[in-house]
């Protein structure tokens, strides 16, 4: 198979997950819809709960310590919040996601709008978050199989087919988010050598965990939560985890 068919087989289970799940939303009530998003926040919030503990990761914990990790998790998301709010990351997000809602709906409402785009946004992130994404992306960039992939591919189904139910057809423009971020990763992946060492990776799971919760508490109505401004604490995780590698 060729670099990149895991993201293609993804993608496809996104689409396809989306579709049946705007099928099956249109027959359900508000009221329902509003019970299956309360679902989906809560099971989003045990699989943030289970990424997060990857801070005390024995791998981790041999690397750089065992009060560092809980320090690079906070310098992740203070620094890639401050990048990701200098740059607008969320606004810039939402303003796509309006963009796409324009030209792939005819429903040109103000509640559709919002829900096509939180749609959009949550599923995004949802979607480009996690070691799957990473492993899975690098493996398959350096020729290893594109076996984690084809995981996520059905998990990922699975959940477009959920959350579409709630939130329509914003759930599948974010096929084109893990285009691009699985896709620039499978290239990162056959222009390296090897992949991360673990304890970067389990640095990664740690924050991608936290910026799930914001996640959850954005799906249970509980704050809205810029959560694609941390997104930069994702690259930052790793530099962290080096530097306090080299200074411990």
Not at 47 to 72: E, K, N, Q
Not at 138 to 164: I, S, T, V, W
């Given at each position: 198979?060729?670099?990149?068919?895991?993201?293609?087989?993804?993608?496809?289970?996104?689409?396809?997950?989306?579709?049946?799940?705007?099928?099956?939303?249109?027959?359900?009530?508000?009221?329902?819809?509003?019970?299956?998003?309360?679902?989906?926040?809560?099971?989003?919030?045990?699989?943030a709960i289970i990424s997060a503990l990857a801070v005390?990761?024995?791998?981790?914990?041999?690397?750089?310590?065992?009060?560092?990790?809980?320090?690079?998790?906070?310098?992740?998301?203070?620094?890639?919040?401050?990048?990701?709010?200098?740059?607008?990351?969320?606004?810039?997000?939402?303003?796509?996601?309006?963009?796409?809602?324009?030209?792939?709906?005819?429903?040109?409402?103000?509640?559709?709008?919002?829900?096509?785009?939180?749609?959009?946004?949550?599923?995004?992130?949802?979607?480009?978050?996690?070691?799957?994404?990473?492993?899975?992306?690098?493996?398959?960039?350096?020729?290893?199989?594109?076996?984690?992939?084809?995981?996520?591919?059905?998990?990922?189904?699975?959940?477009?087919?959920?959350?579409?139910?709630?939130?329509?057809?914003?759930?599948?423009?974010?096929?084109?988010?893990?285009?691009?971020?699985?896709?620039?990763?499978?290239?990162?992946?056959?222009?390296?050598?090897?992949?991360?060492?673990?304890?970067?990776?389990?640095?990664?799971?740690?924050?991608?965990?936290?910026?799930?919760?914001?996640?959850?508490?954005?799906l249970l109505r509980v704050?809205?939560?810029?959560?694609?401004?941390?997104?930069?604490?994702?690259?930052?995780?790793?530099?962290?985890?080096?530097?306090?590698?080299?200074?411990?």
């Amino acid at each position: 198979m060729f670099p990149g068919i895991g993201t293609v087989v993804n993608v496809a289970a996104v689409l396809l997950g989306a579709a049946l799940g705007v099928l099956l939303g249109h027959r359900l009530s508000e009221r329902t819809r509003d019970v299956v998003t309360d679902g989906l926040g809560l099971v989003t919030l045990l699989i943030a709960i289970i990424s997060a503990l990857a801070v005390a990761d024995p791998a981790l914990v041999a690397y750089i310590g065992s009060s560092a990790p809980m320090l690079v998790v906070l310098g992740s998301l203070l620094v890639g919040g401050i990048v990701g709010s200098l740059l607008r990351l969320e606004e810039r997000v939402e303003s796509i996601g309006g963009w796409l809602q324009r030209r792939l709906t005819s429903d040109t409402g103000a509640a559709e709008r919002r829900r096509f785009v939180e749609g959009f946004v949550v599923s995004s992130v949802l979607f480009c978050t996690g070691p799957l994404t990473i492993l899975g992306s690098l493996n398959d960039g350096l020729g290893r199989g594109a076996d984690e992939l084809y995981l996520k591919a059905a998990l990922d189904g699975f959940a477009a087919m959920a959350f579409a139910a709630s939130f329509g057809w914003g759930v599948a423009a974010s096929a084109l988010t893990v285009i691009v971020v699985q896709g620039g990763l499978t290239v990162v992946g056959v222009l390296l050598d090897d992949v991360l060492p673990y304890a970067h990776v389990a640095a990664l799971t740690a924050v991608g965990g936290l910026l799930l919760v914001g996640v959850a508490l954005r799906l249970l109505r509980v704050r809205q939560i810029p959560v694609t401004d941390l997104l930069p604490a994702l690259v930052v995780a790793p530099f962290l985890v080096a530097l306090a590698a080299a200074v411990g």
